[in-house]
Each structure stands twice: as structure tokens, then as C-alpha cells.
């Protein structure tokens, strides 16, 4: 609006003012720049404080133009005088009132109609000034709320964490916070080489931990320039317990002794770069792209599933890792995700690869169940296409992808006994020999190299208070539990493994929902393999109901039991029953 046109309706709307105060001096009246006022208020344009202060600027001129009008009112008549009609004219006019037909109008008793004539265009030119000033106000206020020195707040959204804008850059904080009491209860039976259950440790444990998920504070920024979406994440996932070194950094087992101090896992550091035209380029650390669609829609994402280590947890429990899908994981990658074309969605990316892992460990005789591998002159690739849709009330994701990469110079840990020496004493002849264990190249002049290949297919249908989750895949390498943990043999031929997994959601109210879920994860011997020890199956069945008492807080309990079966007789069990909550923000 320019300054001339709130000028203009200053002019008039103090002017009508004027007129209501003289018919009744107490009251005020709603004028247009007021409502102008309200509307930008509504729209969230002006801050309570911002309103406030330009109104009162506005309606202190007003008041004073009606301070002007109301005391020529009372003034004494003394006697009558009447002024030509033209006069008249003029003088309603600048007053913003109605015209009376012409004639001799008389104004009251000691008036000069000059003066009066001179008093309303002074109530026009204080009105006109008041209405430059307002509008002066205004745009430095505008000015300021633009300035990119300012940090504005957006309105907050559950579940969409603290947004912050700092000139053109979004500041996004989100995260969760979980604990639960777990108690685990083995029912026995015999260890099994590369199982998930702890039914043999012989024990009921009590642990105070996270569940599937550790702790997270998730930092985000975005931004536009030259028409690129620009945008950068760092997720820090600390742990409640104890962290304990190993193989698995933060994810190994705690260590539940004194003075021990918590584990930090900063999973998340990426940049992403694109728009919705060409797609999106991402580099960092992320989770993968194969089999990260089965651990996001997994319920005990929000619990704890199966517990793994209960007796010293460390930063996160199994959930449903291994007992029906294979861990996505957090890896480093350069990918490429596609426009949404009709629903459809590719993603295509490299990734770091990974070592073969001999998860199982070693056999009775200290010989490793698995080779393993150190060596990649090529990058890991994994794939994905997913398929959004709604038919009438229902929604439906449908999504497949691949993974593959090279392993090469494939070793096996070997213990052998060699004799070093006869030695006679006190008429016995006794046997020195040296024990030694080393990682040795298994099947020494043959090619030590394999190709681990797996795909996956999943869809989750949402229909109303009910949710369905179904999932499956299937490797050549791939191994179980982890990405290549015992995925080869230590007779380097690769182990087939296949694994699926089947849930149900029904919220009955907004606030209270029960989910039950079973999965399976399978590892076949390879050709020529005869290890009765090692896991055959891994399977667990998880119910659980959840209540949200807030936006941020939901409580959660939990009943899971779990079992390993190895291909020779051997098998184990263990139940588990959980209690806590998750916050998220």
C-alpha cells in the first residue's frame, strides 16, 4: 500500500473518529488502518508487540483529533450565525461528512466559520501525518523481521523438531531420547555358532537400556542457491550404558562396571544436493540403501525386540535385526536419488565396502567357521525403486532393491599343532609341540575371490487404524544378522541366506495402539560345508502395545522370545519382557 493511499484513509478514518466521539466522546471506534492492523497480525506478519505499538501510535493521533473536535462542541453559545452554503460544503467535505443540501446552515452561536473551516483541515493534515508515521513504523518493522540478521521460529509441528530461520538458511533440531527395564529369561538349550538368542547362558539378567534405537540429536540445515537444494546433517546417537571396545565400536556389548562412561555412535554425516526437477546427489554417512526400508518400518524400532547382550548392553538391543532381516547399516556412499515420477522413486548409489566378517566364530578345535576378507578394488553397490500409491482409503509403498560387491583375497583363521621335539626324561619319552593360530588364505593357488549378490522386495499398506508390514530377501554371500557376517564358507564357497518378516499395527484410539510381529532369517551350509554347530535359523516373535500420553512421550510394553536352531541338533530360546518409554521431539 503506498504512502499516499494510507495517508488518505488516515485522513479520513481519524476524521470519522472525530464524528463518533462528538455523538459519544468515551467510545472508539474500529477504523480501517486498525483493521489493516488485525489483518497483518492474523497472518502473523506483526508480533503481539510489534501490533501493540502501532496501534497505540495510530490511535493517540486519533484521540487528539477528537480532543480538538469535542471542545468546540462544549464551547458556550452566545449567539447564531449563519454562513453560505458553499462554506459549508467545504467544511464537511475536509470533516468527511455527509452534505447537506444547499442553503443558509446554521453552525450555533459564536463560531467563526473560518476558524472551524481552519480546525478540520488541521484534523485532516494531523491525520495525514499520523498515517505517513504509521506506515514509516511499519516498513522499518518489515524491514527488521526481513533483515537476515534475525532468527526466526517456525511454528512447531510434533514430531518435526525446532525449526529455525536464519536469513535463508533452516535450522532443524530433532531427536529422541529412550530408556526401558528389560528382564530377559533363557530357557535353555545349547549354544549355537552365529545365534541371535541367549536361552543358553543359563541366567535371567535385569538391565536398565536403550532399545533398537540408542538416544539422537539430529542437526540440520538447508538452504537454496543458484536453484540447488542444498543441505547437510549430523546425527550424534549416544548410548544410556557403559561402552565397552570391540569390533562393533559403540554397538558392542557394554561393559556394566564403575566408572565406565557412555558411547557415542555418530552415525549420521552427509550433504545432500539437488532439487525435485533433476533429482538429489547425497555424499557421507548414511544408513544403506539395501534394507533400509525394513528397519524403518519395523515396530520394535520404537522398543526393544530381541535383546542380544542383556547382562552388559551396550548402545542398542537387536530388535528385529537378524530375526528377519539383515542390518542396513550406516555406511559411507556417494548416491543418486531420482525426481518422483507417477509415484515411482529410483535411487542408485556406491558405497564403502565392507569386510566378510567370521560372526560365528571358532569351532572346538579353534578353526574359524568363516572366511574372511580385507582386500576391494571396487565399491559396493546397492539399488533401489520404490512404488507410492492410494487406492480410495488405502495407501501403499511397494519397494525392491539389490546389493553387490566383490570380495577378494578370502583368509581363514586355522589353528595347527606342530611337533617341535622328542624329549626323554625319567624313562618317558614326552611330545613338545607348538599351537599356533593364523589366517591363512583359504584354498592357497585357487581364486580366493567371491561376488556377494542379494535382493529384497517389501510393501507396507496403511488402511485406516490398520497397518501392514511384509518384507523378504534373499542373499549369495550375504550372510545373516550383518552385511557379510558369515556370508562365506572357510572353504570359500558363498552360503545362500533368505529371511522375511510379517507385522500388523491397529491403532484403537488415537493414542493407544498393539502391534505384533514374526520374522525368520535363514543361513544354508555352503557346497561341500558340514558345520552342525553353525545357525541355521534365527526367529523371534514380538507383541507390544504403545500409548502416547503427549506429542513427545510415548510409553511402551514389550514381550519378545526368541530362538537359534544350528544345523546339527543343537538349538536355544530365551523370553524377554520390557517396560519404558521414547520421547521424541
Known sequence: ??????????????????????????????????????????????????????????????????????????????????????????????????????????????????????????????????????????????????????????????????????????????????????????????????????GSSGFDSSALRNGLLPAGLILKLKTTQNGIDLAAVMGMYPGINNAKNGAFNAN???????????????????????NKKWGTFKIGRDLGIFGGDAILDDATLLSVGSTGSNSAPGNTSLGRIGVGYVYADWIPQISYQSPTIKGFQGTIGILQPLDEFDFSGDDANGNAYSASSTQHSSPMIQGKVTYDFKIGGLSARIWASFLTQHQQDLTVSRTTTVNTALLEASGGIYNMATTTTADMAVNP???????????????????????????????SGLGTTGLFFDGVASNGRKRASEGYYVQMMYNFTKRFKLVGSYGVSNLY??????????????????????????DWLNLVAEYAHTSSAAHGPYKESDNSASGGMILLF
Not at 527 to 550: F, I, Q
Open 252 to 274: 558392542t556389548g557394554g561393559s556394566p562396571v564403575g566408572l565406565g562412561t557412555a558411547g557415542i555412535d555418530f552415525r549420521q554425516v552427509y550433504v545432500t544436493a539437488g
Open 1 to 198: 500500500m503506498s504512502a499516499g493511499k494510507l495517508a488518505r484513509i488516515g485522513a479520513v478514518v481519524v476524521m470519522a473518529s472525530s464524528g463518533a466521539s462528538l455523538a459519544c466522546p468515551e467510545d472508539a471506534r474500529a477504523d480501517d488502518y486498525s483493521e489493516l492492523l488485525d489483518i497483518l497480525k492474523a497472518k502473523g506478519s506483526l508480533t503481539q508487540g510489534e501490533y501493540r505499538g502501532l496501534l497505540a501510535h495510530h490511535m493517540q493521533h486519533a484521540r487528539e483529533a477528537a480532543s480538538a473536535a469535542r471542545a468546540q462542541q462544549y464551547m458556550p453559545a452566545q449567539r447564531r450565525t449563519i454562513i453560505p452554503a458553499s462554506t459549508h460544503t467545504q467544511m464537511r467535505t475536509a470533516m468527511g461528512q455527509k452534505i447537506q443540501p444547499p442553503g443558509q446552515i446554521d453552525i450555533g452561536g459564536g463560531m467563526d466559520p473560518n476558524d472551524v473551516l481552519a480546525q478540520a483541515q488541521q484534523a485532516a493534515a494531523s491525520a495525514q501525518a499520523s498515517a505517513a508515521s504509521a506506515e514509516s513504523t511499519w516498513l522499518a518493522a518489515q524491514h527488521t523481521m526481513d533483515s537476515s540478521s534475525l532468527v526466526h521460529v517456525d511454528k512447531y509441528v510434533p514430531g518435526g523438531g525446532l525449526t529455525f530461520k536464519a536469513g535463508p538458511i533452516d535450522i532443524n533440531l530433532s531427536g529422541f531420547i529412550n530408556g526401558f527395564y528389560t528382564y530377559n529369561s533363557p530357557a535353555g538349550g545349547h549354544p549355537v555358532a552365529g545365534g541371535v538368542s541367549t
Open 525 to 550: 551350509q555352503a557346497p561341500g560345508e558340514d558345520d552342525p554347530d553353525l545357525v541355521r535359523r534365527n526367529e523371534s516373535e514380538v507383541g507390544a502395545a504403545y500409548y502416547k500420553m503427549t
Open 445 to 475: 593357488g585357487q581364486k580366493r575371490g567371491v561376488t556377494a549378490e542379494a535382493g529384497e522386495i517389501g510393501t507396507k499398506l496403511t488402511y485406516g487404524p490398520a497397518q501392514f508390514v511384509g518384507y523378504y530377501y534373499r542373499g
